[in-house]
């Protein structure tokens, strides 16, 4: 079929664009499939631009689920996070491409507080390159209001995400002492590698135990760390450093309770600043956890109280 040829082309391009406006894996494939069933009603030879009228339909339909999502979220238990994206290793180029720095944890948790014309005009115009008129026909603005739009969102973006390292390496070995001082019981490493006014925000979403505003300072993040180990089961709970929205982070789970937990960090100069823990199930089903899994780990493993 040429239009599934066509579209195919695309698709990734395409749910890059609603993951990112969304910051829901659920949203952003819903939002892909229904691009796909327009696209099949739409008469041959009717779009000049394939690539121009599938953004514009994507994005429509994401604006339109971020807008009624603003009111769920408004009554949302505990902290909202964006739905988590895990690989096992880290991509090839294709894969970096797509999942850059726009679709880390700390830059989609700060987008949320944006309107959703503000931020579907940063993601389409500053991320993916879409005209401001192409956008004006998304949001129902004039260009000149979607370029104001997006230059409040970014001041907005820039003013309120954390600042962070942008040395792979170092945010790698930062993850993975964090990892060996929980691991291993070591206090005093552990406190050594939080940052004195770190932020630990977890999302359970009312389906499962999780602190419901976020634990702030080092000494109170490592207590609380302390009581989330306290769920480790010795040989059976596993942990492993993994790729969490295109930066080393990690994921938790027990086989036979039944919990997971994925853990996004943001760092600096070789602290750890803020941790975000999505432990919400209905926010990882997506996710192959036996694909992801790591070894048992002999004294500990992950939760939360």
């Known amino acids: 079929m040429a239009e599934l040829s066509e579209f195919e082309k695309h698709r990734r391009r395409l749910w890059a664009i609603a993951y990112r406006i969304t910051g829901s894996v659920a949203d952003a494939d819903d939002a892909v499939q229904e ?32 807008t009624s999502a603003r009111a769920r979220r408004e009554t949302y238990i505990g902290t909202w996070l964006p739905e988590p994206l895990v690989t096992v290793t880290e991509g090839g180029p294709e894969e970096r491409a797509t999942l850059d720095e726009s679709v880390g944890t700390a830059l989609l948790t700060v987008m949320e507080r944006l309107s959703p014309p503000e931020r579907t005009a940063l993601v389409l115009h500053d991320v993916f390159a879409v005209p401001f008129a192409e956008i004006a026909d998304v949001v129902g603005r004039s260009p000149d209001s979607v370029r104001q739009l997006a230059s409040r969102a970014r001041r907005r973006v820039r003013d309120e995400e954390p ?11 930062t993850v993975e002492a964090f990892l060996a001082a929980v691991t291993g019981g070591e206090l005093e490493e552990l406190l050594e590698i939080l940052d004195p006014e770190v932020v630990w925000r977890s999302d359970g979403g009312g389906k499962v135990m999780a602190a419901r505003i976020p634990v702030v300072g080092r000494e109170k993040v490592a207590l609380f760390i302390s009581k989330v180990v306290r769920r480790f089961v010795p040989g059976r709970s596993w942990i492993a450093v993994r790729e969490v929205n295109g930066a080393p982070g990690l994921v938790a789970a027990d086989p036979v309770e039944g919990w997971a937990v994925v853990y996004s960090f943001t760092v600096l100069e070789g ?16 996710l192959d956890l036996a694909a992801l899994r790591g070894e048992p780990i002999g004294d500990t493993t992950a939760g939360e109280e």
Not at 41 to 51: H, K, M, V
Not at 163 to 169: N, T
Not at 272 to 281: E, G, K, S
């Open 163 to 173: 600042r962070r390292s942008v040395d792979r390496a170092e945010h790698r070995r």
């Open 271 to 286: 602290r750890v600043v803020a941790v975000d823990a999505i432990l919400n199930p209905d926010k990882l089903a997506h």
């Open 35 to 66: 691009t796909w069933l327009r696209w099949q009603r739409l008469p041959d030879g009717t779009a000049d631009s394939p690539g121009a009228f599938l953004t514009t339909v994507v994005s429509r339909i994401c604006y339109d689920q971020l």
